[in-house]
């Protein structure tokens, strides 16, 4: 299934992509695809549901807003210098075991949503990276099994402002947390759906020009790998998002560098998860 939610902010409601492009409200389903709804096996819940029930879904009309796909996540846990080429465009030795650091969740917003460039921000850069979605509490999880704990995947672009990040001392969340700078989806795929993780192709332009252009075969360390390390330190909960890292290619291994402006279109995509579009809005 592919996963979508839909409305103005506030007042988001549970959908459903179809194969042909259409979008059907599940409403009368499930409430939302939040920590309770994959917590109590939501995904199976709503397949069976949705096949007695699709013929009486509502179309939505083609200009709603697209939400991000899932509802507010309790934490979402992103890992940085990921795959080497980034590292090196970054002058950052590749990591011998995972960096973590969190995005607020108060950063999340639609996948078509604008970005809105901080006050006082002259470093507003794009990562395009791949998001897993967490589908059931995981704590202390071997390797070997981790995998069993993905609900799905999305698209995820970690927007970074690289001064606050990296030039105002302490930790990267500074940099990573500002309002709209976690645009999820445009859908969030089920496992099912994804027959390999870790054979993806991602890619992101600015103002047409393709400047991110990687594969997840890439990464430094792979997903099951991150699941069991991550679940050592905190518990990830249902609905929780893991993303995974950014390819070479962003604004801040450029040379010069590159930062967005307002106005700028930034365009992104991974296989089988959709593309996303946001326009760079000056702050007011």
Known sequence: MKLIRFG????EKPGLLLEDGRRLDVSAGCTDFDTAFFERGG???????????QASCPEIPSDTRWAACVGMPSKIVCVGLNYAAHAREAGMDIPTEPILFFKAPSAVCGPFDPVIIPKDSQKTDWEVELGVVIGKKASYVPEAEAMDYVAGYLVHNDYSERAFQLEQGGQWVKGKSCDSFAPLGPFMASSDEIADPHQLHLWLEVNGERLQDSTTADLVFSIPYLISYISRYMSLLPGDIISTGTPFGVGLGLKPPRYLKAGDTVRLGIEGLGIAEQVAKAWD
């Not at 103005?8 to 007042?11: C, E, H, L, R, T």
Request: glycine share 6%; hydrophobic share 45%.
């Open 8 to 11: 103005q902010p506030g007042s």
């Open 43 to 53: 995904l199976e819940k709503l397949a069976v549901w949705f096949a007695e029930h």
